[in-house]
């Protein structure tokens, strides 16, 4: 079982930056894929950015260019550095871990943590 827990969330003014973690208990390969999601109240959950236990990070092209997503050498947390922060960027951020467990894909959430950006 895996249990992700995500900090760093806040109130920011735009063009301000906010750096969020999420760590994972619980056992995480490699071959993992971490990352970043987001969700405003009447619409869909959206990806922000994920990382794979090899760097290769894939982001939102609403994000491109202001937020960076890392994972720590130890594979067990993963961060998301968002800089130029804009009112739009307001939503619930949860962290999300994907991966094989005992032959099937297992999908894991965080509680989530509020980003709110004003203008």
């Known amino acids: 079982q895996v249990q992700l827990a995500e900090s760093g969330g806040g109130l920011v003014q735009a063009g301000g930056s906010l750096r969020l973690s999420c760590a994972a208990s619980?056992?995480?390969?490699?071959?993992?894929?971490m990352g970043w999601y987001r969700q405003v109240p009447g619409k869909q959950r959206e990806l922000v950015a994920t990382?794979?236990?090899?760097?290769?990070?894939n982001y939102a092209d609403s994000v491109k260019g202001r937020f960076t997503i890392s994972r720590d050498s130890a594979m067990n947390t993963v961060y998301l550095q968002m800089n130029s922060l804009k009112p739009e960027d307001t939503a619930v951020y949860y962290c999300?871990?994907?991966?094989?467990?005992?032959?099937?894909?297992?999908?894991?959430w965080g509680q989530g943590t509020q980003v709110t950006v004003s203008s």
């Open positions: 999300n871990t994907k991966g094989l467990r005992g032959g099937e894909l297992s999908n894991y």
């Open positions: 619980g056992i995480i390969f490699r071959s993992d894929v």
């Open positions: 990382i794979t236990g090899g760097g290769i990070t």
